[in-house]
């Protein structure tokens, strides 16, 4: 079974700084890993994906990440935040060995964004 | 840009009544999922659907939940008899074919159970 930890529940940051969300994944398989964003009163849209080959994916709005096997990571990153950039960030795993498609989502991240 | 829609987007409801929730995914599509959120937690999987049946379910997806795709567009999810605890935002989800691994995530319904 596979689990996601996004052990930060709350980032503040202002406006043009950079930002980094963590998240950490358990898995005895390999698996695909997302981030979507949630933005106040609204539905999950897809960030960014990690599939197979290089592990640092671009996703949109500017955000990046990097797939770390080693360290069974997919941090989220982006170089300099904007006001519209708050909203709940949250990662995601599917299984690709089997192949069953299920996401399994951590916790959440909220990153607000100050002037 | 073809989108998941979802109806209604806010129900609320009695204990006990039945609530059913539509879905239409984004045409073409073949796969299609149920997610829940209840307020202030993570976002969890209840039911996936394939060439009309049910492919994985959850723990959640008791005898309570049914899911249908009644035509060639709606995907509906049923619950029986609604308990307090179903009260939850509700999100439809669906994926174009086997080679793509992407969800397409609906705006959700606010379900609401007094």
């Known amino acids: 079974a596979q689990s996601v930890t996004q052990l930060d529940s709350q980032v503040p940051v202002f406006e043009e700084a950079p930002v980094e969300l963590r998240c950490n994944y358990s898995s005895s398989v390999s698996v695909y890993l997302f981030w979507y964003v949630q933005y106040p009163n609204q539905g999950l849209q897809l960030l960014l994906k990690y599939l197979s080959g290089s592990t640092l994916v671009k996703g949109i709005n500017g955000f990046e990440a990097e797939f770390n096997k080693s360290q069974t990571s997919f941090h989220l990153r982006k170089p300099s935040v904007h006001i519209s950039d708050t909203a709940e960030y949250f990662c995601?795993?599917?299984?690709?060995?089997?192949?069953?498609?299920?996401?399994?989502f951590g916790t959440g991240t909220r990153l607000q964004v100050f002037p | 840009e073809p989108e998941v829609t979802q109806t209604p987007s806010h129900q609320v409801t009695q204990m006990g009544q039945e609530v059913i929730l539509r879905c239409v995914p984004i045409s073409n599509h073949l796969y299609f999922y149920w997610y829940r959120q209840i307020l202030g937690q993570k976002v969890e999987f209840l039911v996936s659907?394939?060439?009309?049946?049910?492919?994985?379910k959850s723990e959640i997806f008791d005898d309570q939940f049914s899911v249908e795709r009644p035509d060639g567009s709606n995907f509906t999810l049923k619950i029986r008899s609604t308990k307090l605890e179903d009260s939850a935002m509700y999100f439809c989800?669906?994926?174009?074919?086997?080679?793509?691994?992407?969800?397409?995530f609906g705006p959700g319904t606010r379900l609401l159970v007094l």
């Open positions: 659907f394939y060439n009309n049946e049910i492919s994985e």
């Open positions: 989800a669906s994926r174009a074919d086997r080679g793509s691994e992407t969800q397409y």
């Open positions: 995601a795993v599917s299984d690709s060995f089997y192949n069953t498609d299920k996401l399994i």
